[in-house]
């Protein structure tokens, strides 16, 4: 079965640092992988999917993320964060529901401060 | 093109009573998620449609959460009786494709937090 594991839960990082969100995940299986955004008070927002190809995937907002198949990793970067960046992030994987269907199992989150 | 619609935002009720989400699709999205994510965690998928049609149901809570999507399109998330766990903002998403593709994207709504007291 797939899992995902954000190895931090905060991350503090001053206005126009750079900053790096972790994730692993475990699977047998190929796997297609996504980074979400959640704003104060909103519904989850695509930043960036890996499903095959190139391993660096850039997403919306200067955000990407590096598919490492051998670490079992897809760290989400940015070279300057904003405040407007202040969010929590969700890491997915995708996994089969057995029924012909394809599901998303979501890590616990990185919240993401901005400092100014 | 318009998002997903969800209401009410936010309801409070007392443990014990009865409560419904509504959820309105991206127009055109055949597949609909329920979501219920609990403080500090991530969304965890209660029940996923095809058009009108339950595809996975194994994590919904069916002593006292159902749901249904009559006509394919709308759909309603109900708790009844509610328990203090279940407290939570309940999310729902949408996806064009069938549900059959891996590389499909949802689509959130804003959510509804709930409080049970």
């Known amino acids: 079965a797939q899992s995902v594991t954000q190895l931090d839960s905060q991350v503090p990082v001053f206005e126009e640092a750079p900053v790096e969100l972790r994730c692993n995940y475990s699977?047998?299986?190929?796997?297609?992988l996504f980074w979400y955004v959640q704003y104060p008070n909103q519904g989850l927002q695509l930043l960036l999917k890996?499903?095959?190809?190139?391993?660096l995937v850039k997403g919306i907002n200067g955000f990407e993320a590096e598919f490492n198949k051998s670490q079992t990793s897809f760290h989400l970067r940015k070279p300057s964060v904003h405040i407007s960046d202040t969010a929590e992030y969700f890491c997915?994987?995708?996994?089969?529901?057995?029924?012909?269907?394809?599901?998303?199992?979501f890590g616990k989150g990185t919240k993401l401060s901005v400092i100014p | 093109e318009a998002g997903v619609a969800q209401s009410p935002r936010y309801k409070i009720i007392e443990k014990r009573q009865s409560v419904a989400f509504w959820c309105n699709p991206i127009?055109?999205?055949?597949?609909l998620y329920w979501y219920q994510q609990i403080l500090g965690q991530g969304p965890k998928l209660l029940i996923q449609?095809?058009?009108?049609?339950?595809?996975?149901d194994s994590q919904l809570p069916k002593d006292r959460f159902s749901a249904e999507r009559l006509k394919g399109v709308d759909s309603t998330l109900k708790i009844q009786p509610a328990k203090l766990e279940d407290s939570a903002v309940y999310l729902c998403?949408?996806?064009?494709?069938?549900?059959?593709?891996?590389?499909?994207?949802?689509?959130f709504g804003p959510g509804t937090r709930l409080t049970v007291l």
């Open positions: 890996y499903l095959s190809g190139s391993t």
């Open positions: 127009s055109g999205h055949a597949t």
């Open positions: 997915a994987v995708t996994r089969s529901s057995g029924a012909g269907s394809y599901q998303l199992t």
């Open positions: 699977s047998s299986v190929s796997v297609y």
């Open positions: 449609f095809q058009n009108n049609g339950v595809v996975d």
């Open positions: 998403a949408s996806s064009f494709l069938f549900g059959t593709t891996s590389t499909d994207t949802q689509y």
